[in-house]
């Protein structure tokens, strides 16, 4: 379909040249071309939603006035230094797991000492920063706060990202190892 024009002198509700206000009597003229109209309203936007408000922690009222100044508890939050050690930890470990695979698989081909090297260095370096993670984020979960600050929790986070990490460097180290043994023998 082709969208031509319409004749001169022709208004978009007539069907042929005349008087631009006369009401439409038929279908449009071949090949006429008339937007689409829009057949929605837009809707209200609702309000949005109010959070019920934290328990007071306390109050205080304001001499001479009769206003008071209310202490909000704050809810504690999970460290991110906590969690960056589990996820650095749970990391060492997978990457131990490559050193001890390609240190094995490589023993024949004569490369499996380098390739060892080269993930152990990797999986060394992720179980140090998880144990350093885990030490600054217990350092900040141990941090003595008045009630209306910023609390931190995630002791197990933290206690987990260090167990991951040291045995992810403990199992890099033996693999590292043992490919080398092979290796050489």
Do not use: K, N
Not at 94 to 112: E, I, K, N, P, Y
Not at 155 to 173: K, M, P
């Amino acid at each position: 379909m082709t969208h031509e024009p319409l004749p001169p002198g022709t208004a978009p509700g007539q069907t042929g040249p005349g008087e631009a206000g006369q009401p439409h009597t038929g279908s449009p003229p071949y090949g006429a071309f008339y937007p689409p109209q829009p057949t929605w309203a837009p809707q209200p936007v609702p309000p949005p939603m109010r959070e019920p408000a934290p328990p007071a922690w306390r109050v205080e009222p304001v001499r001479g006035t009769s206003f008071g100044l209310v202490h909000l508890t704050v809810p504690p939050v999970t460290s991110g230094l906590a969690v960056g050690s589990l996820i650095a930890g749970v990391g060492s470990v997978l990457v131990s797991l490559l050193v001890l695979c390609f240190g094995v698989a490589g023993t024949r081909g004569g490369w499996g000492a380098w390739a060892a090297g080269a993930f152990a260095v990797l999986s060394g370096l992720a179980g140090l920063a998880a144990a350093g993670l885990a030490w600054a984020g217990m350092r900040q979960i141990r941090a003595v706060s008045s009630p209306s600050a910023l609390r931190f929790t995630g002791r197990g986070w933290a206690v987990a990202g260090l167990i991951c990490g040291g045995s992810g460097l403990v199992v890099t180290l033996l693999s590292f190892l043992m490919a080398l043994a092979l290796q050489v023998t």
